[in-house]
């Protein structure tokens, strides 16, 4: 039986692409959560509160978020 890999155990590669993934991602989250905030209801496709817990969602939510859930 495998054990689990750890964090530690990676290459340096493989913790740059994990810790670049992770930033990204969080970037993500903020800026669709900061866009909601901000963005007046009537501009927004659909409850606010439901957008917000879809962005909260890995890298599918924000961007679902930017691409269907703002009125131009």
């Given at each position: 039986m495998e054990t689990k890999r750890k964090f530690q155990d990676l290459?340096?590669?493989?913790?740059?692409?994990?810790a670049s993934a992770a930033i990204a991602?969080?970037?993500?989250?903020?800026?669709?959560?900061?866009d909601l905030h901000k963005?007046?209801?009537?501009q927004v496709k659909g409850p606010k509160p439901a957008w917000a817990a879809a962005s909260m969602i890995n890298f599918l939510g924000p961007i679902a978020y930017f691409?269907?859930?703002?009125?131009k």
């Amino acid at each position: 039986m495998e054990t689990k890999r750890k964090f530690q155990d990676l290459p340096p590669g493989g913790k740059i692409a994990v810790a670049s993934a992770a930033i990204a991602e969080l970037t993500l989250m903020v800026a669709a959560l900061r866009d909601l905030h901000k963005r007046p209801a009537e501009q927004v496709k659909g409850p606010k509160p439901a957008w917000a817990a879809a962005s909260m969602i890995n890298f599918l939510g924000p961007i679902a978020y930017f691409a269907f859930g703002r009125r131009k």
